[in-house]
Structure formats: C-alpha cells, structure tokens
C-alpha cells in the first residue's frame, strides 16, 4: 500500500530522516516508535505530502503522494492540533469532513452516536468550540474525523497520549477493531511501548533519522525495546 | 522587577518570528509611522498661525481651549478601536513569588506606552513652547501642558478599565455610537455647552494653576480604580477567557452545507469569518467603508469632474471587501492549513470556493451602491464596469497572490493596528489591485476617449470572468508549486 523509496530529508544541511526502503502492505498495523528527535513525525508529514521530501518519494496506492491528490480520497489523519478546524463545533467539523468525503449527514450521525463512548459528553453535547476543548478532548475529535472516513490509510501522531486511562483503552480496543474489521493499512507512532506493542503487529524503532528496528511483534517484543530504550538512556548519561 | 517585566517583553517581541522574519515590513511600517509623527509635529509647530489665520478676533489659545475637549473626545473614541491592552502573558508569572500589586501596576502603566499618549507631545508641546511659553508665565504654561497630559492619562485609564471589562462587539460599538450621538446632538442645542465648559476650565487654569489638581484627581482616579480591577482579577479563570458558542447568524447559511463540497466549504469560511475576532472586525470595518466610500467623493463638485479619481472609488466601492479580505485569501486558514492539504480536497476545488468567496460579496456591495445613481448615471457605469474589472482581473490576481503569502495569520487579536501576519507583498499588491484600473482607464481615456475605454474595460472584465476556470486553474497550479514553503510558513508562528 505505501512504499518508500531512498526517502531523505534534510534541514540546513542536516538530515533528518533518512529511509532507503519501507514498503507497508494492505492491512498491516504499523509501528513507529523511537525518541524525540528520532523524526517520527517528520516522516509521517513526509507520507502526508505536508513537508517536501529532499529526496526519494513515497507511493501509497502506486501513486507519488507529491504529484498526484487521489491518495486524500482513502487516507485518515490525525498528526496534531493543524488537522482541526478551531472556531467549529465538534458536530460541525464531522459533519464538515464528512462533506469533503461525501458521507451523509445521517451517517455521520450514526457514526457519532456509535463512538459515543469513546468521544464522551463533552464532544457529543456539542457546546462548545473545537479551541475551547482540553487536549484530550481535541485529540478524540481529530482520531475520530480521520476514522469517520472508512481510510484504507489511517495515519496518527502519538494517539494515546493526552487521552486519560479510559480513553486509552477504548483506542486501543477500538483500533485493534477497526483494522482487523476494515484490513486498513495502519500506522502510529507512540512513545508508549506498552500501547504500541500491544496494537501492532510491526514495530520499527526510528534514531536519528534511520530505521535500527524493524520487528515482527512478539511476546517479547515489548522487553526487547524496553532493553533498547533503556541502553540509550545510560548512553545519554554517559556522554 | 519592572526592569525584570521589561527586559522579558523585549525578548519576546524580539524573539516573536514576526520581528525575524519580516524586517522588510518592519521597516516600511516604521518608516509610515515617522511620517505620521512628522506631519504631526508640523501641524503643532504651525498650530498658533493656523488659529490665529482661523479666527481674527479670538486669540489662539482661547480657540484652542475650546476645542481641547473635543479633541479629547475625538481621541477617546478612537483609542477604544485601535488601543489594544497589553498582552503580557501573566500566566507564567501567577505561580511565581511576585506580588500582586507588581503585576498589575506594571500592566498598568505598560498601557501608557500606547501611540495616543504621544501625541500631545507633538501637536502641543511646540504651542505651549512657542506661543503659550511667549505669553504666559511659565508656571501656567507649565501647567496648561501637564492638564492635558493628565486628561489623556484619564482618558486612557478610563478606557483600558472599560476595555478590561468588555471587547468591542457590536453591541457595545451601538452604546458608544448612541452615547456620542447623545453628546453631539446635547451640545448641537446648547444643552451641553461642551466649547464653553472647555474654554472657561483652561481659561481659568492659566490664571489659576491650582486648578491641575483636578485632572490629576481624575488621573489618580482611574489609575487607582484600574489597579483595584487587575489585582482582583489576577485569576487563570479571567484571563482565559471561553467564549460562549454564539450560533445565529451562521447557521441561516447552512442551506449552503447541502450544495456539495464547494459549498461545505463556502460555509465553513463564513464561520471562520463569524467567529473569530480579527476577521470579525474585518468584515465591520470594511463592508460600511467600501461602501460609505462614494460618501466622501460624490458630494463635491471637485471629484466629480476627475473620473480617473472616480475610476478608484469605483475600484474600491465593490471591491473594498474583495481587496481586503482577499490578500489573505490562504492565509485565513493558516491554522488550520494541514487538514487543508491532508484533506480529501482537491486544490482547483479549494481554488474555486476561495474564488465565489470573493466574488459573490463583491456583486452583494455591488447591488448596495446601486443608489449612488443619484450623484450621476456615470456613477453607476463606472461602478458596473469595474465590477466586471474586480471580478474578472482582480479576483484571479489575490488567487495567484495568495501564493507570496506565507505569513501564519493570527485570529485572535484585533484588526486595527495589528501588523501580525502582515508582509511587504500585501502593501505592494494594493498597487496592481487599485492603481491598476486607474492607470488602464487614464492611458485608454488619452488614447481612444471615455467611452470606448470604458467598454475595452468591460471587456477586459467580461473576458477574465469568462476565462475564470482556467485562471482558477492556473493559480492551483502555481500553488501547488508553492505549497510546502506556503505550509511551512504558516505552522511556524
């Protein structure tokens, strides 16, 4: 579904991500870990076609994400607070990309009344603006827009954080659904190693711009990289 | 700790990518303002012969006494549109070891740094050196300066205390328009005699100094009555402040959401434009100006006969909205712009709902300006042949613009006086957009005559609007090219 070829980016000289090859199939669960800096989102926003890659070229769905718009047709996205319309309602921005998708205002509808669990009062009570809600709050309206869409390509930014323990939770059920259910081709990044392992069944650990890790998850996966992340830390102590 | 507040707020307008970034403008905005301050200090310097010419038989200062009310008055009214208060982030000082009183005090005389508090120093000062140091004794000199700086600082307390409690909404602009109304019509009927209350107050205080202790009495008044409000409000809860979900007006737009995407979009802007202070004042100030416009020109004989003058305010009259709202066409939607090109949205698509944006509003101010009929029937063929001017060469010129503005638009902060955002391309596109059809209109008019210019024009007009797809086109394309530097901008702040 996506393939990256000799993807570079470089700030002033700088590179700051640097992927020879990632191909992610149809319906794989996808995901990214590593530490701030590592370029996480860096390469999401180069797979979204919102930052231009200095190099190399990303294909999701054999179309180049920088020449052609039909990728925007299939992919969901949530990477931070510039996916949302601040002065809508919750209501109103569903229903504003619902529009964009050609999704009916009732099914819209449905689909909210469906997540209501997961979106909670203060979303579905529609009363006040996207800018006046909490960073969690904000978050689930973003995570659930980009589900709305029914994407073959859901692409999200460090979902679980900001979301309080429930909320984690439901996500995490909720995902691990969705994908199973509709086969999309999933990627999220996370700092949390027990929320990402547990969702995806592909964990690539990201450092300084390049891939180090590219694992198939399993029962140990999550001690492997807590071993990783911890070597690094003494690492850093050490220096 | 002052020195430590000061020292902080240079760092952040220094560090704000607004001073970085754009040197450029900030120089050019500099350089507009000393011309302002310069043409002021003129007029102070040449005030005493001015009033002298004005009346014969009044000395100068008793003229000047007069009017120093209004002039007060005057200033009032405008601070309340242009003064901002300041934005000091207190946020992060709440939790720190530092009084109270500190806080507000240095928030408080932080207002004094305002642009109107400079102004008597250049339209007075001179007087008072030049004329009034001549004819008085210095002590009432002295002092005659000094009242009108502690009425300004009245003024200006008396309107952040006013401010601190209330934004400008129409609601309150409506007050202040009927309290002024009451005012002028009290003083048109010689009930409230303000000329003679002005005059005979400094009359009396240049004989009698003593009588300063009024307007410092008010000064330290509403200093006192400032400070009293801060230190009380000096809360995370007052300072952020969530607005209540107004949704009136937009929703009778929302037979808009049923047109497909292109008007889910439409939509969608007018909420923008609705709900957020700074294009809200926007639309306030610009709609009855572009079309009071014809008010100021059409009366008199003089403009009449200089159609090229007209051409302009035929240029502006339906596009005054266009040409304000449409410089930033783009960057109206900075905040949002990642959703924008992540989004299921096609760019020509995007391009054309900006384009009816435009164009719909300016035929509406179009149709409004019908009656100017009145002044003369070449009134309304100028104004219907730069409609067409507006909606076929300048609609399509803010659509290919739009791509040299890369400048994150804040919506938050007030209009009037606010540079945010702003960069040198949107003062040099005013040329093309309104010096344009006056240069085509004057070498046509010397060339083939009136009429016939009017109708290339016209042509002109008809042919973008015709052609309008395909320069919609184009300007996608070009923005294409352009978007990750247009992106890039507007997420860094």
């Given at each position: 579904m996506i393939q990256v070829n000799n993807l570079t980016k470089k700030y002033v000289g700088r590179t700051v991500l640097n992927i020879p090859e990632i191909n992610i199939e149809k319906g794989e669960s996808f995901g990214l870990v590593g530490n701030n800096g590592a370029g996480k989102t860096t390469f999401f926003r180069l797979i979204l076609d919102l930052i231009q890659a200095s190099g190399g070229s990303v294909h999701s769905g054999g179309e180049d994400v920088a020449k052609g718009e039909h990728w925007k047709t299939y992919t969901g996205s949530y990477?931070?607070?510039?996916?949302?319309?601040?002065?809508?309602t919750p209501v109103e921005y569903f229903n504003y990309v619902g529009r964009l998708n050609g999704i009916h205002p009732t099914e819209v509808k449905n689909f909210m009344d469906d997540m209501k669990s997961f979106l909670g009062n203060d979303i579905t009570n529609n009363k006040s603006y996207i800018r006046d809600l909490s960073k969690g709050n904000q978050k689930k309206v973003g995570i659930g827009a980009a589900l709305m869409i029914r994407p073959e390509v859901l692409i999200l930014d460090?979902?679980?954080?900001?979301?309080?323990p429930t909320s984690q939770y439901q996500l995490k059920t909720l995902l691990k659904e969705w994908q199973n259910k509709h086969q999309m081709c999933m990627l999220i990044s996370s700092h949390d190693l027990n929320h990402v392992t547990e969702v995806c069944k592909r964990i690539v650990v990201l450092h300084e711009g390049k891939v180090v890790h590219d694992l198939e998850t399993n029962p140990n996966t999550l001690s492997e990289l807590e071993a990783y992340f911890a070597v690094k830390g003494d690492a850093v102590e050490e220096e | 700790m002052n020195y430590q507040f000061t020292a902080l707020q240079i760092k952040r307008i220094q560090r704000s990518s607004f001073w970085q970034k754009s040197l450029v403008t900030n120089i050019f905005i500099g350089l507009l303002m000393l011309l302002l301050l310069f043409e002021l200090l003129a007029v102070g310097i040449f005030l005493p012969s001015i009033l002298e010419k004005s009346a014969k038989d009044i000395a100068p200062e008793v003229l000047l006494n007069q009017g120093l009310i209004y002039y007060f008055l005057v200033t009032f009214m405008m601070r309340f549109f242009i003064q901002e208060l300041?934005?000091?982030?207190v946020t992060p000082m709440l939790?720190?070891?530092?009084k109270k009183t500190k806080i507000s005090s240095y928030l408080n005389f932080r207002t004094?740094?305002?642009f109107f508090n400079f102004l008597p120093l250049f339209l007075f000062l001179p007087f008072t050196i030049i004329y009034m140091g001549a004819h008085f004794s210095a002590l009432s000199a002295i002092s005659w300066f000094l009242s009108i700086y502690f009425f300004e600082f009245t003024s200006n307390f008396l309107l952040v205390r006013i401010k601190r409690k209330s934004s400008v909404t129409p609601s309150v602009v409506l007050i202040l328009l009927s309290v002024a109304a009451v005012i002028g019509i009290l003083n048109y009927y010689n009930l409230l005699p303000l000329k003679e209350i002005s005059g005979w107050y400094f009359g009396n205080l240049i004989k009698?100094?003593?009588?300063?202790?009024l307007p410092l009495f008010t000064m330290l008044l509403a200093y006192w009555e400032n400070h009293r409000y801060t230190v009380n409000h000096l809360y995370l809860e007052n300072l952020v402040k969530k607005k209540k979900r107004s949704e009136k007006i937009s929703s009778s737009f929302s037979?808009?959401?049923?047109?497909?995407k292109t008007g889910a979009m439409i939509l969608n802007e007018i909420r923008l434009l609705l709900r957020n202070k700074r294009s809200k004042q926007m639309l306030l100030f610009s709609l009855p100006l572009s079309l009071l416009y014809g008010m100021f020109f059409y009366p008199q004989k003089v403009y009449m006969d200089h159609i090229g003058l007209l051409v302009f305010v035929a240029t502006f009259i339906s596009g005054g909205f266009l040409i304000i709202y449409g410089q930033y066409i783009l960057a109206w939607e900075s905040t949002q712009f990642d959703f924008i090109l992540a989004s299921n949205i096609h760019t020509e698509e995007y391009f054309k709902a900006k384009y009816y944006l435009m164009t719909i509003p300016t035929t509406l101010l179009f149709l409004l300006t019908i009656p100017y009929v009145y002044y003369g029937r070449i009134i309304l063929e100028l104004n219907f042949v730069f409609l067409f001017y507006n909606l076929g060469i300048n609609a399509p010129l803010l659509l290919f613009s739009a791509s040299f503005n890369r400048k994150r638009l804040?919506?938050?902060?007030?209009?009037?006086?606010n540079y945010q955002g702003v960069g040198i391309n949107n003062f040099l596109i005013i040329i093309p957009l309104m010096g344009g059809p006056a240069l085509i209109y004057v070498l046509l008019d010397t060339l083939v005559g009136k009429n016939i210019a009017l109708l290339i024009i016209l042509g002109l007009g008809i042919l973008g609007i015709l052609l309008h797809q395909q320069l919609i086109k184009w300007a996608a394309a070009f923005f294409r090219k352009r978007r990750y530097q247009i992106a890039e901008g507007y997420r860094n702040s």
């Amino acid at each position: 579904m996506i393939q990256v070829n000799n993807l570079t980016k470089k700030y002033v000289g700088r590179t700051v991500l640097n992927i020879p090859e990632i191909n992610i199939e149809k319906g794989e669960s996808f995901g990214l870990v590593g530490n701030n800096g590592a370029g996480k989102t860096t390469f999401f926003r180069l797979i979204l076609d919102l930052i231009q890659a200095s190099g190399g070229s990303v294909h999701s769905g054999g179309e180049d994400v920088a020449k052609g718009e039909h990728w925007k047709t299939y992919t969901g996205s949530y990477l931070d607070e510039g996916f949302l319309i601040e002065y809508l309602t919750p209501v109103e921005y569903f229903n504003y990309v619902g529009r964009l998708n050609g999704i009916h205002p009732t099914e819209v509808k449905n689909f909210m009344d469906d997540m209501k669990s997961f979106l909670g009062n203060d979303i579905t009570n529609n009363k006040s603006y996207i800018r006046d809600l909490s960073k969690g709050n904000q978050k689930k309206v973003g995570i659930g827009a980009a589900l709305m869409i029914r994407p073959e390509v859901l692409i999200l930014d460090e979902p679980f954080s900001n979301l309080d323990p429930t909320s984690q939770y439901q996500l995490k059920t909720l995902l691990k659904e969705w994908q199973n259910k509709h086969q999309m081709c999933m990627l999220i990044s996370s700092h949390d190693l027990n929320h990402v392992t547990e969702v995806c069944k592909r964990i690539v650990v990201l450092h300084e711009g390049k891939v180090v890790h590219d694992l198939e998850t399993n029962p140990n996966t999550l001690s492997e990289l807590e071993a990783y992340f911890a070597v690094k830390g003494d690492a850093v102590e050490e220096e | 700790m002052n020195y430590q507040f000061t020292a902080l707020q240079i760092k952040r307008i220094q560090r704000s990518s607004f001073w970085q970034k754009s040197l450029v403008t900030n120089i050019f905005i500099g350089l507009l303002m000393l011309l302002l301050l310069f043409e002021l200090l003129a007029v102070g310097i040449f005030l005493p012969s001015i009033l002298e010419k004005s009346a014969k038989d009044i000395a100068p200062e008793v003229l000047l006494n007069q009017g120093l009310i209004y002039y007060f008055l005057v200033t009032f009214m405008m601070r309340f549109f242009i003064q901002e208060l300041p934005t000091m982030e207190v946020t992060p000082m709440l939790h720190l070891p530092i009084k109270k009183t500190k806080i507000s005090s240095y928030l408080n005389f932080r207002t004094l740094l305002s642009f109107f508090n400079f102004l008597p120093l250049f339209l007075f000062l001179p007087f008072t050196i030049i004329y009034m140091g001549a004819h008085f004794s210095a002590l009432s000199a002295i002092s005659w300066f000094l009242s009108i700086y502690f009425f300004e600082f009245t003024s200006n307390f008396l309107l952040v205390r006013i401010k601190r409690k209330s934004s400008v909404t129409p609601s309150v602009v409506l007050i202040l328009l009927s309290v002024a109304a009451v005012i002028g019509i009290l003083n048109y009927y010689n009930l409230l005699p303000l000329k003679e209350i002005s005059g005979w107050y400094f009359g009396n205080l240049i004989k009698q100094p003593l009588l300063i202790l009024l307007p410092l009495f008010t000064m330290l008044l509403a200093y006192w009555e400032n400070h009293r409000y801060t230190v009380n409000h000096l809360y995370l809860e007052n300072l952020v402040k969530k607005k209540k979900r107004s949704e009136k007006i937009s929703s009778s737009f929302s037979g808009l959401e049923k047109r497909g995407k292109t008007g889910a979009m439409i939509l969608n802007e007018i909420r923008l434009l609705l709900r957020n202070k700074r294009s809200k004042q926007m639309l306030l100030f610009s709609l009855p100006l572009s079309l009071l416009y014809g008010m100021f020109f059409y009366p008199q004989k003089v403009y009449m006969d200089h159609i090229g003058l007209l051409v302009f305010v035929a240029t502006f009259i339906s596009g005054g909205f266009l040409i304000i709202y449409g410089q930033y066409i783009l960057a109206w939607e900075s905040t949002q712009f990642d959703f924008i090109l992540a989004s299921n949205i096609h760019t020509e698509e995007y391009f054309k709902a900006k384009y009816y944006l435009m164009t719909i509003p300016t035929t509406l101010l179009f149709l409004l300006t019908i009656p100017y009929v009145y002044y003369g029937r070449i009134i309304l063929e100028l104004n219907f042949v730069f409609l067409f001017y507006n909606l076929g060469i300048n609609a399509p010129l803010l659509l290919f613009s739009a791509s040299f503005n890369r400048k994150r638009l804040e919506l938050d902060k007030g209009q009037m006086m606010n540079y945010q955002g702003v960069g040198i391309n949107n003062f040099l596109i005013i040329i093309p957009l309104m010096g344009g059809p006056a240069l085509i209109y004057v070498l046509l008019d010397t060339l083939v005559g009136k009429n016939i210019a009017l109708l290339i024009i016209l042509g002109l007009g008809i042919l973008g609007i015709l052609l309008h797809q395909q320069l919609i086109k184009w300007a996608a394309a070009f923005f294409r090219k352009r978007r990750y530097q247009i992106a890039e901008g507007y997420r860094n702040s």
